[in-house]
Each structure stands twice: as C-alpha cells, then as structure tokens.
C-alpha cells in the first residue's frame, strides 16, 4: 500500500500534469479572444493555442532538472525528450493536418455525399509550441518549490 501512497507524492508527475491540464484549459481562453466563441469543447481537442504536449513534458523536465539537479543526465535525456516531442508537434503532427485537410477537400471534391472527415487540427504552429514550452515550467516550478507534492498539500490544508 505504501507504493500506491507514493505515487501521490511524485511532484514532479503533479505538476507537470497540471501544467498540462491548465494548458487545455488556456485553450478556451485563447479560442475565446481570438474566434470571439466560447467552446468548452475544445479543451478536448489537438492542437490549439497553447500546446499541451509541450506544457507537459517542458514541465516534467524542468521538474526534473529541479529535483535531481541540472546537471544530472536524467535531465540531459528529458531535454532530449522535450526536444523530440515538441519538433514532432511543430513538424510531423502539423504535417499531418496539412494533409487531411487537403485529403478532406479531395473526398468532398470527388464525393459531394462523403461524409468522411479527417481531423484537421493535430499539431501546432511554432508559437504554440513556444507558449507551451514556457507554460510548464511556469507551473511546475513554483509548484513544486512552494507547495511541493499532493500529500505534502493535503498536509498542509488538514494541519
């Protein structure tokens, strides 16, 4: 049982996942400023203004580096990681919408009655990703410095 406990102490798991969380949740917010529409529904969604693939894993890297240190090589190989995941959400994920997109025109073109419809939305512009890279670290390290893991919160609210 003690394991299961352990896991609630990871404030580096925590707040990384919030940071991602927030991140769709900021979705709403700038779908709002920009489209002038509220839509919950987006929070659901890939893509979009901020990236919440590069939230989480900037977060839990920057997490990382904080708790085992910057120079440690666990933080070297989440950089790495970090690295490789928000070039695929800029690069191959942005590709790949590119393609359905112009795919969807095709069947529609072909097949007026198509009712096939592939997901547009997959990766992020380069600005998005910036925005998320920069949104993790923002949550996760005053977090994990001030508040530190969710035990130690609990532990602090019930005392």
């Given at each position: 049982m003690t394991e299961f406990f352990s896991f609630f102490n990871n404030s580096v798991l925590f707040w990384s996942l919030l940071s991602c969380l927030l991140a769709q949740f900021f979705k709403i917010v700038f779908n709002f400023i920009s489209n002038k529409e509220l839509r919950f529904g987006i929070i659901f969604e890939t893509g979009g203004m901020p990236s919440s693939h590069s939230a989480l894993i900037t977060g839990a890297t920057s997490g990382i580096g904080y708790e085992l240190g910057f120079d440690s090589s666990?933080?070297?190989?989440?950089?790495?990681?970090?690295?490789?995941?928000?070039?695929?959400a800029s690069g191959v994920r942005k590709s790949a919408g590119i393609q359905a997109s112009e795919i969807n025109k095709l069947s529609k073109k072909l097949d007026p009655k198509s009712k096939v419809l592939l997901k547009e939305t997959?990766?992020?512009?380069?600005?998005?990703v910036i925005v998320g890279s920069f949104l993790g670290p923002l949550i996760t390290?005053?977090?994990?410095?001030f508040l530190g893991s969710p035990l130690k919160i609990v532990a602090l609210i019930t005392n």
């Open positions: 666990i933080f070297a190989l989440a950089v790495a990681i970090s690295l490789i995941v928000m070039y695929d997959l990766g992020h512009t380069k600005i998005e390290l005053p977090g994990m410095f």
